[in-house]
């Protein structure tokens, strides 16, 4: 009977040292799939420009199983009344340390008819974008933002310093302008922005804003 009250007295204790070892578990798994994922990116050289050179190549798609380490951007089909189909592809490591991994990832979206030319071996352009996207060290995405693009008659460009710091150029030309003939699009916009220590995207081309970059560069006393 003593035994079978040891027994049972000793059943919270189980439990909880149960659940302890299934989340040590959990978070241990989550922390090694974020790293392999992290493996497919290659490391940029800096300065980087980033522009829209190439498109959707598939050799490099990022698996379905790193869904947990997709953004809103990389999940959301955009710019389409019909069914489409998304697709990420591993780019560049931009930046990384103990607090941030910033990456560049291609994101494909396809709408129905142009994935049926790609299944039947036709080239098409569909709409391609290449985007910074910014975690923590577990793999949660802290900021995201688009640095280059061509749809319709707009195009983005982007450069990125070695200080991380980078300016975004939107150019606009006429409607079904070819962006290989520049003479056709004017810049109609330029950003300046930041990638900080600790993983923020912050603007450079406001007093406020510079004044959040001097305040989140300062160490941590």
Known sequence: MKTKIK?????????????????????????????EFLTNFKVAKMPLKVQITDNFSGKNQID????????????????????????????QIVAQNENMVAVLVGISRERGFAVKKNTEGIQNNGNYTKMLVIY????????????????????????IKADLSFTIQNFVGEIGSDQKDKKKFTLDETENFLITASGKIV???????????????????
């Not at 379905?64 to 780019?91: D, G, H, I, W």
């Not at 923590?136 to 450069?159: C, F, I, P, S």
Request: charged content about 25%; cysteine-free; aromatic content about 12%.
């Open 7 to 35: 027994a049972l007295a000793l059943l919270p204790f189980l439990a909880i040292l149960l659940t302890v070892f299934t989340v040590s578990f959990i978070s241990k798994s989550d922390e090694n799939l974020f790293k």
């Open 64 to 91: 379905a199983k790193f869904n947990a380490f997709f953004s809103r951007e990389m999940q959301t089909a955009r710019y389409s009344r019909m069914p489409t189909t998304v697709r990420n592809e591993y780019l």
């Open 136 to 159: 923590d060290k577990k793999g949660t995405v802290l900021e995201t933002k688009m640095l280059a693009q061509q749809y319709l008659n707009n195009y983005m460009v982007t450069e």
């Open 203 to 221: 603007s450079t081309d406001a007093k406020q804003e510079k004044e959040e970059i001097q305040t989140d560069r300062k160490p941590k006393s």
